[in-house]
T-cell receptor, first 112, second 115 residues
């Protein structure tokens, strides 16, 4: 079993839909959780960063962490065609400079 | 300012050959990471530098892989006796040092194809 599991999709939704992306993990030491967006042939870029359990909102994006269930989510409201990309969850046990453990990514297409 | 750059963007080589992949981090970033992303997978950690020294090389798959960062800035990932299974996108990331989340900024990657 991989440390981080993520449904690879692909996921296709109409423009304006609410998108829910999820990851589960097995290492209870993980405390720092991130969501990266990766466009085709580009490097990942950080979207959201959260520490421990709870919610964090940034514009149309909301990240949720449930450490008791070892489950994290990213919600995208009012999805746009420009949101079409691969979304990667990532996590680490420590803050600061530390290697990240990634899920395999979920490929999202938002259809106009 | 300039982001993380990687050269070459694409590299095609033959099985058994030696390759070098270069990473130029964001100026002033002391931490530098190499990851490998196979098709349909997320990035997998290879090695992490803090300054000139390798702080963690636990992700290097075997001794054919080696990385250096002699002056604490540019880094080179070196792969000897390449194998077809080494084909992947090699990503470099850099981050600053200090309190806070220390976001890792990724380059566009080098797509390595071993024939």
């Amino acid at each position: 079993q991989k440390e981080v599991e993520q449904d690879p999709g692909p996921l296709s939704v109409p423009e304006g839909a609410i998108v829910s992306l999820n990851c589960t993990y097995s290492n209870s030491a993980f405390q720092y959780f991130m969501w990266y967006r990766q466009y085709s042939r580009k490097g990942p870029e950080l979207l959201m960063y959260t520490y421990s359990s709870g919610n964090k909102e940034d514009g149309r994006f909301t990240a949720q962490v449930d450490k008791s269930s070892k489950y994290i989510s990213l919600f995208i409201r009012d999805s746009q065609p420009s949101d079409s990309a691969t979304y990667l969850c990532a996590m680490s046990a420590n803050s600061g400079n530390t290697p990240l453990v990634f899920g395999k990514g979920t490929r999202l297409s938002v259809i106009a | 300012g300039a982001g993380v750059s990687q050269t070459p963007s694409n590299k095609v080589t033959e099985k058994g050959k030696y390759v070098e992949l270069r990473c130029d981090p964001i100026s002033g970033h002391t931490a530098l990471y190499w990851y490998r992303q196979s098709l349909g997978q997320g990035p997998e950690f290879l090695i992490y530098f803090q300054g000139t020294g390798a702080a963690d090389d636990s992700g290097l798959p075997n001794d054919r892989f080696f990385a250096v960062r002699p002056e604490g800035s540019v880094s080179t990932l070196k792969i000897q006796r390449t194998e077809r299974g080494d084909s992947a996108v090699y990503l470099c990331a850099s981050s600053s040092t200090g309190a806070g989340d220390n976001e890792q900024f990724f380059g566009p990657g080098t797509r390595l194809t071993v024939l």
